[in-house]
């Protein structure tokens, strides 16, 4: 240990006679300046004086619990990374794409088939994605606990599980010949040190919604410090840092440092749904899908829905270099005239497979991956307003995301989807333009009420239909299938929901 300076004795003099906290001399402040120094992240220090001893034991035990020489190097690398030239994109290869147009009846049924098989031998496990802030929603809760309005008044995460358990009685029909062997579908639920608590509370309340507790596992994802444009760590307070999730990409370190990959193993998990919290239509382990990616043999697919226009800020899926990997590139990648460029045979854009956070690995894909991204230094910086000191202060955020995997697969298969029968994200608060639980409440009435009337049954409406429409409960119904026996012939009054 150093010895004390005679500034720092004068200062301690200063600090008994003026009641100020206990001396810096020797203290594990004054080493932890020096580390900081090394990384030039001193400046966190800069209000120690005014500090109280609790605050100076919050700020010391921060900066303990942080792996400085890794968030140096993601930091340097990240900031290092912007503007150098990448690969040369290319279009996705028809052939890595299954299309709507394209599959037939037979297909369909194949490969739900198939995907109720794997479901019934708990070979499929699923991940959700749950661990961002939300903030452009503006909820305090986690976003899973929001209630988008729906006559139900479920929210997303009871229509989710409640998805997951109209595929397994769903599977139990279709593969039990009578006998009634349960089905289960383990769900790992990711979440951050904002969501957590109240994500496993929401689930205790409401007995988890009809799925044994065993059968969920929550998990949390890392934080990383958010930094300035020049690479400062930003303090939220006088005595902590801004921290921020990782990004959905820190499900990979986090399956790793759980070690819930060894987990699905003992269970006999082949194959993992990965998908995001805030799509009210979200198919939830999806025999159909599970099924096209298993008979493709594919290592890693992505559910896709066409880019409604060219200037849609959505990522899209790319193949980067000639003949490399299928990846996502963010609207910003895309000039005017690429992502304007259509195929001259089709008229179609040649950019036009949106990436909607809806993926399926093999396990063994995620093994390699966890290894291989962790090595990654370089993480996206996203620009946001970050609560500072000074208010909130533009800064940015260290993320990786959950398609960082893509270049690392052997095999990508990309399965489009109509983006009305399976896209109703919830990002905004009402009043934005889109994306808000009102555009997404909408999206979900007017597919069931689709599914009713299909089914034979009718509606009445109190207010225009274009507004209001039936809700069908996940547990009737999975994707408009077995509905006759409840509306076939029925008048329902909407708004309402269409439960067993
Ligand atoms: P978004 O990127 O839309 O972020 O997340 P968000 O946190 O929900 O909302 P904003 O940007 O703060 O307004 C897409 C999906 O990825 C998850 C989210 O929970 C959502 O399901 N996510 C995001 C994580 O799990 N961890 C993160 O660090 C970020």
Redesign the pocket.
């Known amino acids: 240990m150093k010895e004390p300076t005679t500034t720092e004795i004068e200062i301690e003099t200063s600090a008994v006679t003026t009641m100020l906290p206990p001396p810096l001399t020797g203290s594990p402040h004054q080493a932890l300046v020096e580390r900081l120094k090394d990384y030039g992240q001193e400046g966190v220090f800069a209000l120690w004086d005014e500090l109280s001893p609790e605050e100076r034991d919050h700020l010391l035990r921060d900066i303990e619990n942080l792996d400085l020489p890794r968030i140096d190097r993601i930091i340097r690398c990240s900031l290092h990374s912007q503007g150098l030239p990448v690969a040369a994109i290319e279009p996705v290869p028809e052939n890595c794409v299954s299309t709507v147009d394209e599959r037939t009846k037979e297909d369909r049924e194949k490969w739900w088939r198939m995907g109720l098989k794997a479901i019934y031998e708990g070979k499929l496990g699923v991940v959700l994605?749950?661990?961002?802030?939300?903030?452009?929603?503006g909820s305090s809760d986690p976003?899973g606990c929001y209630n988008i309005g729906l006559p139900s008044g479920k929210s997303l995460f009871q229509i989710q599980a409640e998805r997951i358990l109209c595929v397994q009685r769903l599977a139990a029909q279709a593969m039990s010949e009578g006998s009634t062997r349960p089905v289960t579908i383990q769900w790992y639920i990711?979440t951050?040190p904002f969501t957590h608590e109240p994500t496993q509370k929401f689930f205790e309340s409401h007995k988890y919604f009809g799925l044994e507790p065993e059968q969920v596992t929550f998990f949390q994802?890392g934080t990383l410090p958010c930094i300035s444009k020049d690479g400062k760590f930003i303090m939220e307070t006088p005595f902590s840092l801004a921290k921020?999730?990782?990004?959905?990409g820190?499900?990979y370190a986090a399956l790793k440092s759980s070690r819930l990959l060894e987990d699905m193993a003992s269970r006999g998990i082949k194959y993992v749904d990965c998908y995001?919290?805030?799509n009210v239509l979200v198919r939830v382990a999806d025999p159909t899908f599970l099924g096209y990616f298993i008979d493709k043999g594919a290592a890693s697919a992505a559910k896709v829905v066409r880019k409604a226009y060219p200037q849609e800020k959505v990522g899209v899926f790319v193949r980067r270099g000639k003949g490399g990997p299928l990846t996502v590139v963010e609207y910003t990648e895309l000039d005017q005239s690429m992502a304007s460029a259509t195929n001259q045979q089709t008229g179609r854009l040649q950019f036009c497979w949106s990436n909607v956070?809806l993926h399926m690995f093999t396990l063994e894909f995620l093994n390699q991956v966890v290894n291989g991204l962790e090595k990654d230094s370089v993480y996206h910086l996203a620009e946001k307003k970050i609560p500072s000191i000074n208010g909130f202060t533009e800064g940015l955020k260290l993320?990786q995301f959950i398609f960082d995997c893509f270049p690392y697969a052997p095999s990508t298969a990309l399965f489009e989807v109509l983006r009305e029968e399976e896209f109703a994200p919830v990002?905004n608060a009402n009043g934005s333009n889109f994306d808000t639980p009102d555009s997404a409440r909408l999206l979900v009435l007017r597919l069931h009420t689709r599914w009713v009337v299909a089914a034979g049954g009718f509606l009445t409406h109190s207010v225009p239909l274009y507004a209001t429409g039936v809700e069908v409960s996940p547990l009737c119904s999975y994707t408009g299938e077995n509905l006759e026996a409840i509306c076939r012939g029925r008048t329902f009054h909407a708004p309402c929901e269409i439960s067993l």
């Open positions: 994605l749950s661990g961002g802030q939300g903030t452009r929603l976003k990711m951050s994802q921020a999730p990782d990004g959905n820190g499900v995001g919290v805030d956070c993320e990002k």
